[in-house]
């Protein structure tokens, strides 16, 4: 039998699927009043000269324009998971999706730490992450691991693994890799599907993403991709470094991957969107080398 969480989150993508239809049956009907214009306005300009229709349209493509959503997220039950920090929702609407916003990780061990997240091709992480920051989510918890993949892990007030937000959101940006076959090693000389200074969310189960991203502090390749490609580190990358070389400890549940030193997060804060500005990377390609990445 299905779990709940599975109902929930079959019920969402069911919604989702139905708010794409709509959107393609507006861009259809759009389509054939413009035409339909198109025609009538040359009748309109010989007959009254008057182009009162066509304002009138694309008052209504606004309206409908607007009623989008641009992010699904999907409720999830705190008494199920006590892990679960209720702090809002995010808009769903009118969400950025072109360009960056610079996000800052401020952690006690050393400089700042800087990254750039993609609003091309994950507006809706972006738009998570900056949500729960400005509710200072982030602050004063702990990075909790240093995974064997070779990525610090962030993000989750309780440290368990299971900490986040009382929503979640689908995968936007997973990386594409040549291999069909999970079990395929990686092809020699192939680039690496997570470059050093890729910044990626994490979720348990996959695809159920809330608060938890990734710092990655060294190249990992896999044919499996789970982590969804949000931006990239462009300042304090040594700090990065720095982390992941430090030694861990058992985390209680017989996994050594606890930093032996408590990395907490300061403050975590995201800037306002930038557009025109050089995009983060794509899920398939090597985030672009920045001067001031360490």
């Known amino acids: 039998m299905a779990s709940s969480r599975d109902r929930q989150r079959k019920l969402a ?22 035409a339909g214009v198109g025609a009538a306005l040359i009748l309109v300009l010989v007959v009254a000269g008057s182009a009162w229709a066509l304002g009138a349209f694309d008052s209504d493509d606004k309206q409908n324009t607007a009623a989008e959503d641009t992010c699904l997220w999907t409720p999830q039950d705190a ?18 999706t072109e360009g960056t916003r610079a996000m800052t990780v401020t952690t006690n061990q050393g400089a700042p730490i800087t990254a750039e997240l993609s609003l091309t091709n994950s507006p ?8 729960l920051a400005s509710r200072s989510f982030y602050d004063n918890t702990k990075c909790h691991e240093i995974t064997a993949d070779g990525a610090l892990r962030c993000g989750d007030p309780s440290g368990t693994g299971l900490g986040g937000p009382t ?14 076959s999970p079990s395929a090693s990686p092809a020699p000389g192939q680039p690496p599907t997570y470059p050093k200074g890729t910044v990626a969310m994490i ?45 861990t ?41 920045s001067p001031s990445a360490g």
């Open 13 to 34: 993508r069911a919604k989702l699927d139905r708010q794409l239809a709509r959107r393609a049956a507006v861009t259809r009907r759009r389509r054939q009043i413009q």
């Open 79 to 96: 008494t199920a998971n006590t892990n679960l920090k209720d702090v809002g929702t995010p808009e769903a609407k009118g969400l950025p």
């Open 124 to 131: 809706c992480a972006a738009a998570s992450i900056a949500h």
């Open 167 to 180: 929503y979640s959101f689908y995968d936007e940006e997973l990386p594409t890799v040549p291999s069909a």
């Open 203 to 247: 979720a348990n189960p996959p695809g159920n993403n809330g608060s938890q991203f990734l710092l990655f502090f060294k190249d990992f390749t896999t044919t499996d991709p789970k982590y969804p490609v949000i931006g990239r580190v462009t300042g304090g990358l040594d700090v990065v470094e720095k982390i992941g070389a430090l030694p």
């Open 249 to 289: 400890v058992d985390n209680g549940t017989g996994a050594k991957v606890k930093p032996s030193t408590d990395v907490t997060i300061q403050s975590l804060t995201v800037g306002e969107p930038v557009t025109g500005a050089a995009p983060a990377p794509s899920a398939s390609g090597t985030p672009a080398s």
